[in-house]
């Protein structure tokens, strides 16, 4: 039976947590939390427009590709992001296959004016407070990691905080439950999280069954701005990129490339 990563990655995210909550409570945290500055609305800086938005993502490394950049100065990278075009920056706070932290979403968060997205393995509240604390403005909830009672609570407590979710899907099913509970920002991996396969072509498959209103993402595997106007082609609104933009020599450059498509 082959290891289910997605599995793996949850477990590994929930135990850190567990541990970061025995150093600061969860009352403690919801106060930072609530003392935040309000989330800024996500769903206006994302909304279908004329042309395709980008999500771009702070990413050091991750468990299907190793280590991609170093990336010392997380707020840098962030900068140039949001100077080259981007409408979000989503930062991987995972630590151990993505080499992230809070403290990689906290430099990002005072660096950009742009919405924020706390991309992680996000399974309780106590994750989505951390988030809000840190000044995140979007969480990541992966529909294949939470059953639905907790996808629906964890959507639900997000936006009571004022934030908003990306609802990541990779079928069918999924995406019919993230209909459900009424999302507003749904997105479509095309890396499997379970084998970390790549699938192009399943955004295109699965977009007509996101209803309209609802924003739209098309998640990994773009490497060349022919990739963006697929998606585009096939209805994203907007494109959440990392490697491609870590790994080249310029972001801005590339940004403004795979903006002009
Ligand atoms: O580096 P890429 O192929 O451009 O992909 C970015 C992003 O879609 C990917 O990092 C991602 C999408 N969903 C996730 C969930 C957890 C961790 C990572 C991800």
Known sequence: MPVDLLAELMAGALDDASARESALDIAALEARALAQTPALDALAALAPAETVKVIAEVKRASPSRGELASIADPAALASLYASGGASAISVLTEGRRFKG?????EAVRSAVDVPVLRKDFIGTEYQVLEARASGADIVLLIVAALDQLTLERLHAFTTSLGM???????????VS???DIGARIVGVNAR?????ELDADLFGRLSDRIPAGTIKVAESAVKHPADVAHYRASGADVVLIGEALVTGDDPVTTLKEFLSV
Not at 164 to 174: G, R
Not at 192 to 196: A, C, G, I, K, V
């Open 177 to 179: 439950r993230a209909v």
């Open 101 to 105: 932290s809070l403290a990689d979403l």
């Open 164 to 174: 908003v979710a990306l609802v990541e899907t990779h079928d069918a099913v999924e």
């Open 192 to 196: 499997d999280l379970s084998t970390f």
